[in-house]
């Protein structure tokens, strides 16, 4: 059974560049993503992109950096080295974007001019004007 989900989470590894035979590609990414109570482990996914995304995955994505994911939710059973039986949770056919990128420098604003100070001009009250008092001078 497939559904569609997202998550939020920090890449634990680098990606993982899959080739196949008929010159398709894949990307693997294992996902941490941090549980509700502040005691519980991360809850590991994997994170499939194919492709395009995949040649994007490996341009940019590096372990550490926190990722935005939505896609197909899979669970894929599989045999451990040990001979134990497995499963994963599986992100497929993923829609990434970057939040936090642990490589890229944090670009700093150049600092902007301080404007140059125009004159003030004032003018005298015409004839029947009462002038403003200066905000000193204001009594409340």
């Known amino acids: 059974m497939a559904f569609q989900g ?7 590894q680098e990606p993982e560049l899959i080739t196949f035979e008929d010159g398709k590609m894949k990307v693997e990414l294992r996902v941490a993503v941090k549980q509700r109570k502040k005691d519980a482990p991360a809850f590991w996914v994997q994170v499939d992109m194919w492709g395009k995304q995949a040649e994007f995955a490996m341009d940019y994505l590096h372990k550490g950096d926190t990722i935005y994911a939505q896609g197909t939710v899979t669970e894929q059973n599989f ?16 829609q990434v974007e970057i939040i936090k ?6 670009v ?3 600092p902007t001019p301080t404007p140059t100070p125009q004159p003030v001009v004032t003018q005298q009250p015409k004839a029947g004007f009462q002038v403003v008092p ?7």
């Not at 990128?101 to 944090?106: G, I, L, P």
């Open 79 to 94: 045999t451990r080295r040990n001979g134990e039986a497995g499963h994963k949770v599986v992100l497929v056919y993923s």
């Open 134 to 140: 200066e905000h000193d001078e204001i009594p409340f």
């Open 108 to 110: 700093k604003p150049e």
């Open 101 to 106: 990128s642990k490589d890229r420098e944090e």
């Open 6 to 12: 997202t998550l939020t989470g920090n890449i634990g």
